[in-house]
């Protein structure tokens, strides 16, 4: 993978396999409330390592930044995201340069045009047409936020510089985008292990 791309992983969970989790893998899905929630934060982390033994052999030692951002510090120049809803998950992978991905379940949400009035940057701002596009502009949102490293801190701010802000398709159910502040990269898509 060279500087001008970035590898989205579409990831089912239900798809897959339990792998042995690291210790603090196993103390944060410990804190889960329900067991489907510490399964799918179990299995969307085992993704996680199983992609990015793709892209380094060296050791994956998690880090994370003051804003809670997870790195590798002993492969700076690998940076990737994750994000899961319900039983999906993507995984995002770019070599020096900051990614960000987001995926939502589209659900029922009734005061979704005042949330978007609220919390939409100006660039996203217009009128929500529906559900389905709350969502998708949602993620873009989202994914910004996370390449940035700021959380949501910043969701109503638009980011400075040029983008590449990239919907995922993810199928019906799901919205999905991935974000680097870079223009013109066109993501490549993968889908991992049994995933169709």
Known sequence: ????????WRVRLNDVEALEPTPGESARAARFRFERHRQQYL?????LRAILRRYTEEPLA????????????EVPRVKFNLAHSHE?????????TEVGVDVERVRALSDYAAI?????PPSE????????????RWTRIEA??????????????????????????VGP?????VALPLAGIQPVVHDFGGNR
């Open 43 to 47: 299995r969307s982390h085992a993704a």
């Open 1 to 8: 993978m060279n500087t001008s791309e970035v590898h989205v």
């Open 88 to 96: 999906m998950a993507l995984v995002a992978v770019a070599t020096d």
């Open 125 to 136: 701002a217009a009128d929500v047409l529906d559900l389905r596009d709350f969502f998708r």
């Open 116 to 120: 978007a009035e609220r919390f939409f």
């Open 144 to 169: 910004v936020l996370k390449a940035r490293g700021v959380g949501l801190n910043d969701i109503g701010l638009d980011p400075s510089g040029e983008w590449t802000i990239q919907e995922i398709d």
């Open 62 to 73: 998690f880090a994370v930044t003051e804003a809670g951002k997870p790195y590798l510090p």
């Open 173 to 177: 159910e799901y919205s999905g985008a």
